[in-house]
């Protein structure tokens, strides 16, 4: 036995203990492993997890994966190729296919993947398993290891079998997830969840395009339909809360699927939708918002969900955390940072991660939430913007390559994302003037300003979400 691996097997120490070994916490373990760090990575159950989100991973996802050299986990688990979105708004549907690189061929354009979350996280874990350096260890995490003295976290207090146990790095990587224990302490807004998101998985469903992503628009919030196996495919339906139509009056949630979520969706999938609402055994999930903070606690850093979420509804979720290690192979690569013990070093590196992301998690995190707020509309402004958002998409060209390249993770440029949603909501407003009658012109003329300074109240709060340390 290698002495690294003496140190982590009965000595239980490491250069880098990992608490969490989900979507990001496998890959920063992987990585930092196969960069010759000794990596302790720690999961309170090692059994596949059944999910029902993180199971579409997008093209600037898979492109990421790809520089880990974890592409191989995407085989072997039934995953489903994605080529892009059918937007359907009141049964009439546009084709949204990824943006093609400049200068290649159309069958060039880049694809996303889909997949069971639980098939994937096993290979995950079974890649950072396999990796040199790393041993993963089935433990539940209950508390930090501090300095009395400076605050530096030193590693973690857990639960094995019954028993204490300590482990103990230079570097403690916190990703336990959404329902992040430790956030409460070191993260100063915590997350906002207006809905959740209901699924169902829906057997042989007959999609309108397949190896696509579906979003169904209409009165409602909107609906997400996407395959996630040969003969599965997930329903997500958003649900906002205290919706009347949702309420126990009105037959509860499933009330709600069956008499008003269930009417909307697309002919051919309502059968398949209609057995799995029969079948029970429905789940959810809240949909989340929590900006990103700097990492500032020497002797730990805070990741993935635990440290900043986005609503789903763009899957945009694992394409942030594969991105994230991507970059943080560089800024924390024994090049940069020869040893982790060097706190100062390390928070200085967490700076420059926390700006050096935002070209694409500040892109992901805004588009995700104003996206939101267009498909779930809820007063008449909000009505305007998401009538002249589809529409838009029906113009073709860049109108729908700029905008899918941005959800994608494929254009990494905020200004991209301000141009196009000024262009929505511009676009919404000449709808609403030019389909007005000359008598009703001032109203309009009024309701269209309305509409601009609803447009400003969605983009600009999460634009200032973002730039704040």
């Known amino acids: 036995m290698h002495e690294s691996e003496t140190r982590r097997v009965l000595h239980h120490e490491a250069d880098v203990v990992v608490v969490g070994a989900g979507i990001i916490g496998c890959a920063i373990a992987a990585t930092m492993g196969s960069q010759g760090r000794s990596v302790l990575l720690l999961e309170k159950s090692l059994k596949e997890p059944d999910r029902i989100v993180g199971e579409l991973l997008q093209p600037g996802g898979v492109s990421a994966l790809k520089k880990l050299g974890l592409q191989d986990c995407l085989e072997e688990i039934d995953s489903i190729r994605v080529k892009g979105y059918e937007v359907i708004y009141y049964g009439e549907g546009v084709h949204i296919p990824y943006p093609k690189r400049e200068g290649e061929k159309d069958s060039a354009r880049p694809e996303g993947r889909s997949f069971h979350h639980g098939r994937f996280i096993q290979r995950l874990r079974e890649a950072a398993r396999n990796t040199p350096n790393v041993t993963v260890v089935e433990t539940k995490v209950t508390d930090l290891v501090r300095n009395g003295l400076t605050g530096q976290i030193l590693g973690v207090e857990s639960e094995t079998k019954g028993q204490r146990d300590y482990y103990f790095g230079h570097l403690t990587i916190i990703a336990d997830g959404y329902a992040s224990k430790f956030r409460k302490e070191f993260i100063k807004h915590q997350p906002v969840a207006r ?93 989340s918002f929590l900006p990103p903070s700097t990492n500032k606690t020497p002797g730990m850093i805070m990741l993935g969900d635990a440290m900043n979420m986005r609503h789903p509804l763009t899957g945009g979720g694992m394409t942030v955390a594969f991105n994230d290690v991507v970059l943080l192979s560089e800024l924390l690569s024994p090049e940069s940072v020869p040893h982790l013990d060097d706190t100062k070093l390390v928070l200085r590196q967490m700076s420059t991660f926390h700006w050096r992301r935002k070209s694409l998690t500040s892109v992901i995190n ?84 309305a509409v601009f300074w609803k447009a400003c109240d969605v983009l600009f709060p999460f634009i200032i979400s973002e730039v704040r340390v």
């Open 366 to 449: 805004i588009l995700a939430q104003a996206l939101y707020a267009l498909f779930a509309a809820n007063d008449p402004q909000l009505k305007a913007l998401q009538v002249g958002c589809f529409r838009y998409f029906q113009k073709g060209g860049q109108c729908i390559d700029g905008p899918v390249g941005l959800l994608a993770g494929i254009i990494r440029q905020p200004f991209t994302l301000f141009y196009h949603f000024f262009a929505v909501a511009l676009y919404s407003i000449w709808i609403m003037v030019s389909s007005a009658r000359l008598t009703r012109m001032p109203l309009a003329l009024l309701g269209s300003l």
């Open 195 to 287: 809905s959740k998101f209901y699924g169902l998985e829906l057997i042989d469903a007959d999609l309108p395009r397949p190896l696509h992503g579906h979003v169904v628009l209409g009165e409602g919030a909107p609906v997400l339909l996407y395959q996630i196996g040969t003969h599965e495919t997930r329903a997500l339906v958003d649900v906002p809360d205290n919706l009347p139509s949702a309420s126990v009056a009105n037959g509860g949630v499933k009330g709600h699927l069956r008499k008003a979520v269930l009417p909307g969706l697309p002919k051919p999938v309502q059968s398949s939708f209609e057995a799995a609402l029969d079948n029970g055994g429905f789940r959810s999930m809240p949909n």
